[in-house]
């Protein structure tokens, strides 16, 4: 079972016991978070894709870890002029442990009645 998240402005394809870094969400090392911005859900070849999400589904995690990316150098120069400057920049990330990728009962439940009203 895999799923497409909206984490942070960003989608990821994610899958149980996933580690995955994304921009510095708020929250403690240790502290769970959830994400209810699905857009896509496959159980076992069934593919759901959601109008824009998928209702009733929600991604648990973990957060293991504040770190931070590599230096990035930012060089800039006028030829002839003398002028240099270098600045650098580092982009703080999250690391979270995905520990669930779940639908609500109630959801399926409706969806089943809905294919049995409809026939």
Partial sequence: MYAIVEIAGQQFLVEKKDEI????????????VEFDEVLLLDDKGKVNVGKPYVEGSKVT????????????IVFKKTRRKGFQK???????????LIENISVKA?????????GETEE
Avoid: M, N, P, Y
């Fill in 61 to 72: 995690g973990k957060i293991i870890d504040h770190a931070r990316g590599d230096k990035v």
């Fill in 21 to 32: 870094f994304v921009h510095r969400l708020e929250g403690e090392a240790g502290s769970k």
């Fill in 106 to 114: 109630a959801a399926k439940a409706k969806k089943t009645k809905e």
């Fill in 86 to 96: 270098e600045t650098g920049h580092r982009q703080d990330f999250t690391k979270i």
